[in-house]
C-alpha cells in the first residue's frame, strides 16, 4: 500500500510501502532496483523527501526524522526526538542546501533541520492571516528556495522564500 512518493532528480520513484515496511525504489518504467525496510521500533511513516541520494522519511508518531544515505541499504535516526519542537509532522521537503524543512500538521508550522539534523529552529504558526497555518498538510520547495504549503484548514497554497 503507498503511503507517499517522491521522483528524485535521478528521475528514480521513492515510494513509501506501509503494508510491507520499506520503501520501493523504481525506475520511471517501473522496475523495482531497490528495497529498503523502515527501521525497527519506528511509528509511522507519513513523508519521503531525496536530495543527493540520500532518502529522507518522516515517523509522524515518533516525531523523529530517519535517513537512508546514499548507497545504504538501511534506514537510521538522523534526529533525535523531535518531541518539544513538533505535534504531529506530516510532510518532509530537502532543499539543495541540505536544509529539512518538517511541516507540523497540529502545531501548524514548520521545524528547520541541519543537514545532521540538528534542530535550526521553528517558524511560523496558527491562524487565519497570510503567514500562518491552519492544520497543513503538505510541504515542497523548488530549486529556488520558494517553499510550498498546502494550508488545508485556510483552503490555501502558501509561498515562503527561504534564505540561508
Known sequence: IPRNFRIGRDENI?????SSARVLVADLA???????PFPKGSGF?????VDGGNIFMIDSVGRR???ARKGSDNFSPLSESLEE???FPVSLAADK???????????????????????????????WKEGFL????????NDNGELFIA???????????TTE
Open 85 to 87: 519542537h513538533l505535534h
Open 97 to 127: 542546501r541540505g536544509h529539512l524543512y518538517v511541516l507540523d500538521q497540529n502545531g501548524s508550522g514548520i521545524v528547520i533541520l541541519g543537514s545532521d539534523g540538528s534542530f535550526r529552529g521553528r517558524h511560523l504558526g496558527m491562524g
Open 14 to 18: 521513492y515510494v513509501i510501502d506501509v
Open 151 to 161: 494550508d488545508r484548514g485556510n483552503n490555501r497554497v502558501e509561498m515562503f522564500l
Open 45 to 49: 511513516f507519513s513523508d519521503i523527501s
Open 65 to 67: 526524522v530517519y535517513v
Open 30 to 36: 517501473g522496475k523495482v532496483n531497490r528495497e529498503i
Open 134 to 141: 491552519l492544520y497543513p498538510s503538505q510541504i515542497c520547495i
